[in-house]
């Protein structure tokens, strides 16, 4: 088992992306697209002839190499055509950088460095049946939401333009969030444009009758899974439903033709609440943080 460390201008990205492509992991997060937009900069961990890979997006701050976990990124981890002992990864990992912070997904399984997993929870709704069906299992407070949309006249307009759903998330989720930066924005907008073209991504928006924008999702599509990347409604106007009537509309569209809808996860209680409510299930990843650099550098990295 050779595990090699290669600078991204030295990866054979063909075998690379038909390896994410063809694992047992496989999610849209990893493709080498994907991440030359998403990351500062990004190396890879790679098995053999690339039987099994591991992205490592790093920054370097005060001259020093360290591991981040980037926005618009919501699981990474490794990547295997087949079983294999993902430790290995880790302790490759471990002996390259002093600090590493970053989200595995949920098919990686470790064991080695208990001290350096965090338990973390995201959630994701079984679809391949009838609407009815999954309806008949939304919580009492999400049907009334439903009613109230159907009130308040709300509109669904697939295919919005990614600038409005940014505009939206900015002056709602983004003033509460003020570690995201306009190069972040300018990223995510160049990422939904790109996935939009190579038709692996959607956006679903929701106006209400004055034609004022209050609801807004862009969607991963991947194989069998949908995934809510990022979503925002109009904190000032939330008594109409459109949160809900905004998930209810994807589910609709697409309970036919994938069989799971990831709502992007969170171990936030009430956001992991919203998620459940609509018939969600939990499932668990791992977290890496691990902060081995000398003390008076410590608190660079809190």
């Known amino acids: 088992m050779l595990i090699k460390y290669i600078q991204r201008e030295h ?11 063809n694992s047992l992991q496989s999610n849209s997060y990893a493709f080498s697209w994907y991440l030359d937009i998403v990351c500062d900069n990004w190396d890879v961990l790679v098995l053999d002839n690339y039987e099994a890979v591991m992205p ?25 055509n087949e079983a294999i002992d993902e430790n290995e990864f880790l302790i490759h990992l471990f002996s390259k950088f002093k600090f590493v912070e970053l989200r595995m997904n949920t098919h990686n399984n470790f064991e080695l460095y208990p001290e350096f997993l965090q338990l973390k929870q995201c959630q994701k709704l079984v679809l391949n049946t009838t609407y009815s069906s999954i309806l008949s299992k939304y919580r009492k407070d ?28 900015k002056n709602n989720i ?51 899974s949908i995934t809510k990347l990022i979503s925002s409604t109009h904190l000032k ?9 905004l998930i209810d509309r994807v589910i609709f569209k697409y309970h036919k033709d ?25 499932e668990k990843y791992h977290q890496l943080k691990m902060n081995k650099l000398p003390k008076f550098l410590q608190l660079f990295k809190k």
């Not at 990866?11 to 492509?21: A, G, I, Q, R, S």
């Not at 490592?56 to 295997?80: A, C, D, H, T």
């Not at 709502?263 to 956001?271: D, Q």
């Open 237 to 245: 106007d939330r008594k109409n439903g459109a949160n809900t009537f």
């Open 11 to 21: 990866l054979d990205e063909e075998k690379y992306n038909d390896c994410v492509e």
């Open 174 to 224: 983004g003033k509460r969030t003020p570690n995201i930066k306009e190069n972040d924005y300018q990223n995510l907008e160049k990422l939904m444009a790109i996935c939009i073209e190579k038709k692996v991504g959607e956006i679903l928006a929701v106006y209400d009758k004055k034609n004022k924008l209050v609801a807004s999702v862009f969607l991963l599509k991947h194989k069998n």
């Open 258 to 282: 994938f069989s799971v809808f990831n709502f992007g996860g969170s171990s936030i209680k009430s956001v992991a609440s919203f998620s459940k409510s609509f018939g969600a299930e939990t």
């Open 142 to 169: 999400r049907k009334k939401d439903l009613q109230k949309a159907a009130t308040a006249d709300l509109i669904e307009k697939w295919n919005d333009h990614p600038s409005n759903l940014i505009e939206l998330f």
């Open 56 to 80: 490592i997006p790093w920054r370097k701050k005060y001259g020093i190499k360290y591991v981040y976990p980037p926005l618009w990124v919501l699981q990474l981890g490794v990547y295997s």
